[in-house]
Nanobody
Framework: QVQLVESGGGLVQAGGSLRLSCAASGGTFSNYARAWFRQAPGNEREFVAHISGTAGNTYYADSVKGRFTISRDNAKNTVYLQMNSLKPEDTAVYHC????????????????WGQGTQVTVSS
């Protein structure tokens, strides 16, 4: 059974940094695209970043470009999201996702999801 488990969320002041992790189990994910989405209260779940399988190509939402970095360690089946220069508007529950093949910004295309980790940025 596939499981994605996020960790690393917390409370941070504006301008600070956090590093999220998402560990996958129940399969081999080196050929899977991995992604991060986030959902703030009252908002739809929105795309943050994705990374392809073996090539490691990345893509970011405009709102986080230059501040967030997605990376992966295939030996550990883990994907990371380094978040720098955090802003109050980054406050949300962050979810990781996985799908076979290429990455996409469409949340409906992802087969597997984690439960999420809360990130709160105070002003």
């Amino acid at each position: 059974q596939v499981q994605l488990v996020e960790s690393g969320g917390g409370l941070v002041q504006a301008g600070g940094s956090l590093r999220l992790s998402c560990a996958a189990s129940g399969g081999t994910f080196s050929n899977y695209a991995r992604a991060w989405f986030r959902q703030a209260p009252g908002n739809e779940r929105e795309f943050v970043a994705h990374i392809s399988g073996t090539a490691g190509n990345t893509y970011y939402a405009d709102s986080v470009k230059g501040r967030f970095t997605i990376s992966r360690d295939n030996a550990k089946n883990t994907v990371y999201l380094q978040m720098n220069s955090l802003k109050p508007e980054d406050t949300a529950v962050y979810h990781c996702a996985a799908r076979p093949g290429y990455g996409t910004t469409s949340r409906n295309a992802y087969n597997y999801w984690g439960q999420g980790t809360q990130v709160t940025v105070s002003s």
